[in-house]
């Protein structure tokens, strides 16, 4: 049976999914034969199967709070107002992360919107694909005015067409997923409101707008997948509580590190939860 860990985007409020992974990686807690992410989930994803705690809060608390990734004064006069592109590119040279490879604790998947058909991509990270998969999956339409391009096809945020990529993992097989998320539990994502705003400006891009405006019809659809799994698989969902007060692009560095500290604490009850299963496991092994 394949385990699998998937984790959710949410720009600043990835924090807490840092939390959590850090708390795994200082637990050495791998118990999973691949991971998959999207957005910031699949940037702190790129650190936990590189085993270096630690990074991805550097990368959000330290290099996201810049200016030099978040700048509305640079949005008004017609640039980005997240940087992805820099945000990664300066993050993996200054932190040293490696690339995907042999040495990865598993294989991590990276999950990208076309615009062309509007779906979720699913790509295996790899030297050479790592860095352009990133961005991608990273690019909030609008707030980050380019569409990458890869192999002549155009992407944006995998979130807009899959945030919460557990139906992914469970179609590649893990039938025991463990999924973070990055809203408290009992959130579920509003309608929305500015469909005719999204039509101006993506009507030539009809896939891209059609999973745009059914976003949140799409991600509530997941939550209850996370609620009512198939008979044959075992969903353990760590998500930040009521008090989570990280916004997606909350820039308050107190904020960000108490929701830092939530995930870890969140992860190190699953580890202890895990222990005391395994051991339960193992005295009825020896009973028997």
Same mark, same amino acid.
């Given at each position: 049976?394949?385990?699998?860990?998937?984790?959710?985007?949410?720009?600043?409020?990835?924090?807490?999914?840092?939390?959590?992974?850090?708390?795994?990686?200082?637990?050495?807690?791998?118990?999973?034969?691949?991971?998959?992410?999207?957005?910031?989930?699949?940037?702190?994803?790129?650190?936990?199967?590189?085993?270096?705690?630690?990074?991805?809060?550097?990368?959000?608390?330290? !290099?996201?709070?810049?200016?030099?990734?978040?700048?509305?004064?640079?949005?008004?006069?017609? %640039?980005?107002?997240?940087?992805?592109?820099?945000?990664?590119?300066?993050?993996?040279?200054?932190?040293?992360?490696?690339?995907?490879?042999?040495?990865?604790?598993?294989?991590? !998947?990276?999950?990208?919107?076309?615009?062309?058909?509007?779906?979720?991509?699913?790509?295996?990270?790899?030297?050479?694909?790592?860095?352009?998969?990133?961005?991608?999956?990273?690019?909030?339409?609008?707030?980050?005015?380019?569409?990458?391009?890869? +192999?002549?096809?155009?992407?944006?945020?995998?979130?807009?067409?899959?945030?919460?990529?557990?139906?992914?993992? !469970?179609?590649?097989?893990?039938?025991?997923?463990?999924?973070?998320?990055?809203?408290?539990?009992?959130?579920?994502?509003?309608? =929305?409101?500015?469909?005719?705003?999204?039509?101006?400006? !993506?009507?030539?891009?009809?896939?891209?707008?059609?999973?745009?405006?059914?976003?949140?019809?799409?991600?509530?659809?997941?939550? +209850?997948?996370?609620?009512?799994?198939?008979?044959?698989?075992?969903?353990? =969902?760590?998500?930040?509580?009521?008090?989570?007060?990280?916004?997606?692009?909350?820039?308050?560095?107190?904020?960000?590190?108490?929701?830092? %500290?939530?995930?870890?604490?969140?992860?190190?009850?699953?580890?202890?939860?895990?222990?005391?299963?395994?051991?339960?496991?193992?005295?009825?092994?020896?009973?028997?």
């Amino acid at each position: 049976m394949k385990s699998a860990l998937v984790v959710e985007g949410g720009a600043m409020r990835g924090v807490f999914a840092a939390g959590v992974l850090d708390k795994f990686m200082e637990q050495n807690y791998y118990p999973f034969d691949f991971a998959i992410g999207v957005s910031a989930g699949a940037t702190n994803l790129s650190t936990y199967v590189a085993k270096m705690p630690g990074l991805s809060k550097t990368i959000i608390t330290q !290099y996201a709070t810049k200016r030099e990734f978040f700048s509305p004064m640079r949005f008004i006069k017609g %640039g980005h107002m997240t940087d992805v592109h820099w945000l990664w590119h300066h993050s993996k040279k200054s932190l040293g992360i490696p690339a995907p490879g042999e040495e990865a604790a598993m294989p991590l !998947y990276v999950g990208i919107t076309s615009v062309e058909s509007g779906e979720c991509e699913y790509i295996q990270a790899t030297e050479e694909n790592v860095d352009a998969l990133m961005v991608a999956s990273c690019a909030i339409p609008t707030a980050f005015r380019e569409q990458p391009v890869i +192999n002549g096809k155009r992407y944006v945020d995998g979130g807009v067409a899959d945030a919460i990529p557990v139906r992914k993992a !469970y179609e590649m097989g893990a039938r025991d997923i463990t999924v973070v998320l990055s809203q408290p539990k009992g959130f579920t994502k509003p309608t =929305v409101k500015t469909a005719w705003l999204l039509e101006k400006m !993506y009507g030539a891009q009809p896939a891209l707008l059609d999973k745009m405006t059914k976003r949140s019809n799409i991600y509530n659809e997941t939550l +209850n997948f996370l609620l009512d799994p198939p008979s044959d698989c075992t969903i353990t =969902v760590i998500a930040p509580d009521e008090a989570f007060c990280v916004k997606r692009l909350t820039m308050d560095k107190k904020k960000l590190l108490r929701g830092y %500290g939530q995930g870890r604490r969140m992860a190190r009850r699953v580890i202890s939860k895990s222990k005391v299963e395994a051991q339960s496991t193992q005295g009825n092994k020896t009973v028997a």
